[in-house]
């Protein structure tokens, strides 16, 4: 019996060593090395690999920014990327293995830092994810701890792993992980916590100015539909298998002595991931293409839900007929939750999910948390904004300060319509309250704009020219005109270039707000303070930008380096979309067999792209993306100010007011 249990036991090793996916075939927590393994496995296909070089390559043809991007100007100078370059690089480059490939691509198109221009591919992207027991917290924008409430968070999210990190810590540190909170951190992996912060700013994307993607690095809160949400960070979670341990020099909170600390990541499987038992069934069932990877002629019969796009949204958004601008990453949305301790203590005067509002302790200050511009329905997300502001007017506030971290955007008009609505009718606001747009040109969409009768009868294609308006008039596009043309030609960072005419209002309020904005002002647009951690994106940047640079609104980075420059928001754009709606517009048109149409994508991803560029107010005559736009207050967090979002409206409203 010995003998036949020796044999079986080294056929599983010897399967497992063939198949590494095989030990982590239905298994809930692992380790990176693992889960490395198994991706590792995997060989380059090279008829894949050129379908995804060619789709990206195609699809960023509808991107208005590739020149821009080549190199941005300061303040935002360490964005370059020659994606043309990199991309003719990797086609003909040898890859140990198919995720060597991925993070390649990926990160080559992450170096845009807009988070609006993303490869995401769900085969690695998140389908096991990298989790620490310790987020970090910037204090005194200087200092890097672990949060206070680390353990809190730890025990209600990973009860069912803790042990096994308390296990792993229980030699060098005397109370465990609880006895870590507060923890001052004076090295990460023997070098200073910056090395760390600055390494993952470099691969991070999403956004232009460094401030912003070092504050990912740290933990933060986000509303959500449902609750207050805690976010990590990039130190505590990871999107790939990355690291398998961090050793950390720490100096406990009371403590004068410093000791190190080994703490290991562990990878849990994505609530995403379908379920697989070894390497082949790990990649039919998360790595090719799905119902909808690729897009569709709108009038087929055809199910156009979109749920590979909206894991990666980071502002889901439910209803395609208005336009949205929404940041795309490959980490989820958390469902992480902010400790109980850490919520507001005050009880909200109204809400409707992602969007809440309180009044503060001194009765004249109102505060609307805002996690996401697109809620659970556009109509009521629309009214629950005016009622909620309505409902702070009635209780006395005459001041705002709108909280809007973490918030990555979503529909423009609810946008637009919040900025009215709080400054009322004025000639910042109608006819509308955004930025003027143009798109970039691309030949093989030109026959949508000669006949869109024909091809678009329902008028729901974004190269309808009766979906837009003029810039001078305000008038609608008739369906004989060609927007496209002539084309406004221009050379970026030496290259040409070439964009639409300008486009007026994207929202024009008889067909965009259901509900009827006031008359009148509710607040002055010079006593609202907009905060954030910067990490404020698209159609929350459309708003935040045109609140501080035309109604003098004071902006608020909650927590950033000293020494940085802050900015208040970022990844501005004018209108996002992705390789879906590029492909379903192609194929309505019939153009699916044109040399410039991407490919269906035979792999399980979602490309983004900054379809419309918004144009900027101080200098309309270029891009609003590279503008400054710095913060007017960068506030110092302490370890009990950090993640405490009533205890931040308290302080904002003292510094500001």
Not at 154 to 172: G, V
Not at 472 to 488: K, S
Not at 492 to 511: H, I, K, W
Request: aromatic fraction near 8%; charge should be negative; proline fraction near 6%.
């Amino acid at each position: 019996m010995l003998s036949v249990a020796w044999a079986l036991t080294a056929l599983i090793a010897a399967v497992a060593a063939q198949d590494p996916c095989t030990e982590i075939g239905g298994q809930k927590w692992v380790t990176p090395a693992q889960v490395r393994a198994c991706y590792s496995s995997f060989a380059v296909n090279e008829s894949e690999k050129s379908n995804i070089i060619e789709v990206v390559n195609k699809t960023l043809a509808f991107h208005t920014s590739p020149n821009y991007e080549l190199q941005a100007p300061p303040p935002y100078a360490d964005t370059h990327e020659d994606i043309a370059f990199d991309l003719a690089r990797i086609s003909l480059q040898d890859y140990d293995s198919d995720y060597d490939l991925h993070i390649d691509v990926s990160r080559s198109v992450k170096r845009f830092n807009d988070g609006h221009c993303v490869w995401i591919n769900s085969c690695y992207d998140s389908a096991f994810i990298n989790y620490l027991p310790t987020p970090l917290v910037l204090v005194n924008g200087e200092e890097v701890h672990i949060a206070l409430e680390a353990y809190d968070v730890a025990s209600a999210e990973f009860a069912d792993q803790l042990s096994a990190w308390e296990e792993a810590i229980s030699s060098s540190v005397e109370g465990g992980l609880k006895a870590l909170n507060g923890a001052k951190v004076l090295q990460v992996n023997g070098a200073d916590p910056f090395d760390a912060v600055n390494a993952n700013a470099l691969i991070a994307g999403s956004y232009q100015a460094l401030g912003t993607r070092q504050n990912g690095f740290f933990s933060s809160y986000q509303r959500s539909t449902s609750t207050w949400n805690y976010l990590l960070g990039n130190f505590a979670q990871q999107s790939l298998p990355l690291a398998d341990s961090v050793e950390l020099l720490v100096q406990l909170e009371g403590a004068t002595e410093t000791q190190t600390v080994v703490i290991p990541y562990f990878s849990r499987i994505g609530a995403s991931t379908v379920s697989f038992t070894d390497g082949a069934s790990f990649r039919a069932g998360n790595c090719v293409a799905v119902n909808d990877t690729n897009g569709a002629n709108y009038y087929d019969q055809v199910d156009t839900s979109r749920s590979s796009m909206a894991k990666t949204q980071q502002a889901p958004v439910t209803e395609r007929a208005y336009p949205v601008n929404v940041l795309l990453d490959s980490s989820p949305l958390t469902d992480v939750v902010l400790p109980p301790a850490r919520n507001p203590p005050q009880e909200p005067v109204s809400g409707f999910g992602v969007g809440e509002f309180y009044m503060l302790a001194d009765n004249t200050t109102g505060v609307l948390a805002l996690g996401s511009f697109s809620g659970a329905d556009y109509n009521d997300m629309m009214q629950g904004l005016l009622d909620g502001l309505v409902a702070l007017k009635s209780s006395g506030a005459q001041r705002l300060i709108v909280d809007v971290t973490n918030n990555g955007g979503g529909y423009i008009c609810v946008a637009h319509f919040l900025h009215r609505i709080i400054v009322g009718p004025k000639s910042t606001t109608v006819p509308q309250a955004g930025l003027n747009t143009t798109a970039a040109i691309q030949h093989i969409v030109q026959n949508i704009v000669d006949a869109p009768d024909t091809i678009d009868p329902s008028n729901i294609m974004l190269y309808n020219p009766v979906n837009w308006y003029d810039v001078d008039t305000n008038a609608q596009f008739g369906l004989d005109v060609n927007w496209l043309e002539p084309p406004v030609e221009k050379v970026v960072n030496g290259r040409p270039d070439a964009f639409s005419q300008t486009l007026g209002t994207d929202c024009p309020p008889e067909l965009s707000f259901p509900t009827a904005a006031p008359d009148s002002a509710l607040f002055d647009g010079a006593q609202v303070a907009i905060v954030s951690n910067g990490r404020c994106a698209s159609s929350c940047s459309l708003f935040s930008i045109t609140m501080a640079k035309l109604e003098g609104s004071t902006t608020v980075v909650v927590g950033g380096k000293s020494d940085v420059d802050q900015k208040y928001c970022g990844t501005v754009g004018g209108q996002s979309t992705d390789f879906w709606t590029i492909d379903s517009e192609i194929k309505t048109a019939g153009l699916k067999e044109d040399a410039a149409a991407p490919p269906d994508l035979v792999v399980n991803g979602v490309q983004g792209i900054t379809w419309r560029l918004g144009y900027g107010i101080d200098d309309p005559t270029e891009p609003e993306e590279w503008q400054d736009r710095p913060a007017d207050i960068n506030l110092p967090l302490t370890l009990d100010l950090a993640n405490n979002p009533g205890a931040i409206w308290d302080a904002v409203a003292k510094l500001v007011f």
